[in-house]
């Protein structure tokens, strides 16, 4: 399948340490990037290919994966970074496909 | 700066059509593709099909093809994304992205429109 699936809702303290995770077969063979999204606005792109940070995102985001799971970590939870984290990538048929979503609630 | 700007919301009744549009500025419109994402009320992302504006090549997802048709013209930096009948269901937020790559294994939206939200309602 080239599906991806996310864990529906996770939680962090204030400060600590969160990974969020995205499970697929395409992830075998291409990096997931992951976007963070507030409510009532446009997805941002905050991790792409091996672990790379756009302009803008703070160094506490940071990728990973092995195998068919990519990771989202975030070191150092802030208030800010609660909000719905989609996982995105492609299949080797050239078709994209977005994760279900996670909430995360900083605690 | 490199922008996306999407067309306004829309209101519209069953049966009807539409055509929204999202016009890139800041980069050359004809080197990356873009993307369009459907995001239903209360629901994740959806990714709906991508155009490569520099030769109109275009790909579907399985669960959109058929179901709307994506365009753009390359002389005022816009695609588009449009259906011939709308239905209720069709009620959602849509967004468009450009698409970039690298290394081969590597593709992501890194820049977003603001959403274009469509309304289809009797």
């Known amino acids: 399948s080239s599906e991806l699936t996310q864990d529906p809702a996770v939680s962090v303290a204030l400060g600590q340490t969160v990974r969020i995770t995205c499970q697929g077969d395409?992830?075998?063979?291409?990096?997931a990037s992951w976007y963070q999204q507030k409510p009532g606005q446009a997805p941002v792109l905050v991790i792409y290919?091996?672990?790379n940070r756009p302009s803008g995102i703070p160094d506490r985001f940071s990728g990973s994966s092995s195998g068919n799971t990519a990771s989202l970590t975030i070191t150092g939870a802030q208030a800010e970074d609660e909000a719905d984290y989609y996982c995105?990538?492609?299949?080797?048929?050239?078709?994209?496909?977005f994760g279900g979503g996670t909430k995360l609630t900083v605690l | 700066e490199v922008q996306l700007v999407q067309s306004g919301a829309e209101v519209k009744k069953p049966g009807e059509s539409l055509k929204i549009s999202c016009k890139g500025s800041?980069?050359?419109?004809?080197?990356?593709?873009i993307g369009w994402v459907r995001q239903m009320p209360g629901k994740g992302l959806e990714w709906m099909g991508i155009i490569y504006p520099g030769d109109s090549d275009t790909r579907y997802s399985p669960s959109f093809q058929g179901q709307v048709t994506i365009s753009a013209d390359k002389s005022i930096s816009t695609a588009y994304l449009q259906w011939s009948s709308l239905k209720a269901s069709d009620t959602a937020m849509y967004y468009c992205?450009?698409?970039?790559?690298?290394?081969?294994?590597?593709?992501?939206?890194?820049?977003w429109g603001q959403g274009t939200l469509v309304t289809v309602s009797s």
């Open positions: 800041g980069y050359s419109f004809t080197s990356y593709w």
């Open positions: 395409s992830l075998r063979s291409y990096y």
């Open positions: 290919g091996k672990n």
């Open positions: 995105n990538s492609r299949d080797s048929s050239g078709n994209l496909w």
């Open positions: 992205a450009r698409h970039a790559y690298s290394s081969g294994y590597s593709y992501y939206f890194d820049y």
